[in-house]
């Protein structure tokens, strides 16, 4: 999927837009056992709810394509023969009408995740009759029909009492809230929306925090090992740089990579390309190579992207490189940098004493104190 596609099946989460009649579910509690099932209807009561309820379900397939979103390929194999395959497939034929289908469905994700004070399992069902368009971009007779089911797992919090204001009768009541719905923890969407048509060979996986993986719900629920998260991704490929780069790793090599991958999310920028910009390890040994870096160095640095991330893996830049920021950290002092100034600070070694050097065009300030040099 493209962010193109993913904004054209987020726009179904508005009250006139989609085909949900119902959300189906379950409330787990910090135990993992079932306390509740739900089956909330989206045609009778109150608006207010079946809105609020649509944009839990649309947090499902929030976020960035590459940083909260992860896309899942399956294999012909797991088509034909995994039995979490399978099971999505049944839920989304039956629209979530298959009560045992539900129910085992349940058991995978209670099985595999646990959090604190519990949670709401929801599955939405939806089928959109995509429309096509012309070649002068007129929207032409619906030529594809996407059949597809939304899972939203959101935490639930005990909240403490409030005192709130009734108009009502004109006085103050305790109000106590229990069982509040959290947003989205972590979700997905099956099958794949891709080239604007179902693909069951292909899924998407929603993932809130950039530091959790969540890899045995993503293994028993996808059949799929979701892979690092974005915060893991960074670490790694700190690792790779610091272990086979070695005393090549200077800060003119960092600055140089996150310059030119700047310039490639800026080039990404300007074209509006809706696919996701992901560079190979072929594009991050040129871009070293650029900056200096041997020959044997980077030999080195492909083979432990290889065995880190995969031989044929693609990274996403902004998953391995943070451009919006610039920090030296040592032990006894920190120093932030505007990106774009990043030229400004170099290194250097008098005396057998390392020192970090940083040019001043300007005036300098201590805690809000004009200071003068010499």
Same mark, same amino acid.
């Given at each position: ?19 949900i009649t119902k959300i189906k579910g379950c409330l787990v509690n910090g ?37 909260? $979103?992860?896309?899942? !390929? ?6 034909? !023969? ?27 994700v209670r099985g595999s995740l646990k959090l604190e004070g519990g949670y709401? =399992? ?40 409030? =005192? ?86 200077? $800060? ?17 920028? !300007?074209?509006?390309s809706p696919e996701i910009l992901t560079v190979s390890r072929d594009t ?47 032990? !006894?002092?920190?120093?932030? =940098? ?5 030229? $400004? ?12 050097? =940083? ?16």
């Open positions: 999927m493209n962010e193109k596609e993913l904004r054209e099946i987020r726009r179904r989460f508005r009250p006139e837009r989609n085909n135990e993992g056992a079932i306390v509740s099932k739900i089956t909330q209807s989206m045609i009778t009561g109150e608006s207010s709810v079946a809105e609020r309820l649509l944009g839990v379900m649309k947090k499902a397939i929030g976020g960035k394509l590459g940083t909260n $979103l992860t896309e899942v !390929e399956y294999s012909t194999k797991q088509v034909g !023969e995994s039995e979490a395959h399978g099971l999505l497939m049944r839920l989304r034929e039956s629209a979530l009408e298959d009560n045992d289908a539900l129910d085992a469905f349940y058991d995978r709401a =399992i929801l599955l939405a069902s939806d089928i959109y009759d995509v429309p096509g368009y012309s070649k002068d971009g007129a929207v032409s007779e619906s030529c594809e029909t996407f059949s597809y089911i939304v899972c939203a797992i959101c935490p639930t919090k005990e909240l403490p009492e409030a =005192i709130t204001f009734r108009g009502s009768d004109s006085s103050f009541h305790i109000l106590n809230v229990s069982g509040a719905l959290a947003s989205c923890e972590v979700g997905f969407m099956f099958p794949a929306f891709d080239d604007r048509k179902t693909n069951i060979y292909g899924a998407l996986l929603y993932r809130r925090s950039l530091t959790e993986s969540y890899p045995e719900l993503c293994e028993a629920v996808l059949d799929c090992e979701g892979g690092l998260s974005p915060t893991a991704q960074r670490q790694t490929f700190s690792d790779c740089l610091a272990g086979s780069l070695g005393d090549e790793l200077t $800060l003119e090599v960092v600055s140089s990579l996150y310059k030119q991958v700047e310039e490639l999310e800026e080039r990404a920028k !300007e074209e509006k991050v040994k040129t871009m070293l190579e650029c900056a200096g870096v041997s020959e044997d160095k980077l030999e080195a640095l492909s083979d432990e992207l290889a065995e880190s991330f995969g031989a044929n893996t693609l990274l996403t830049p902004k998953n391995i490189v943070k451009t919006n920021r610039f920090e030296i950290s040592a032990p !006894e002092v920190s120093i932030k =940098i505007s990106p774009e100034h990043r030229d $400004l600070v170099t290194t250097q070694t008098i005396d057998n004493v390392k020192y970090l050097m =940083i040019r001043v065009d300007g005036g300098v300030e201590v805690n809000g104190i004009n200071i003068k040099f010499d």
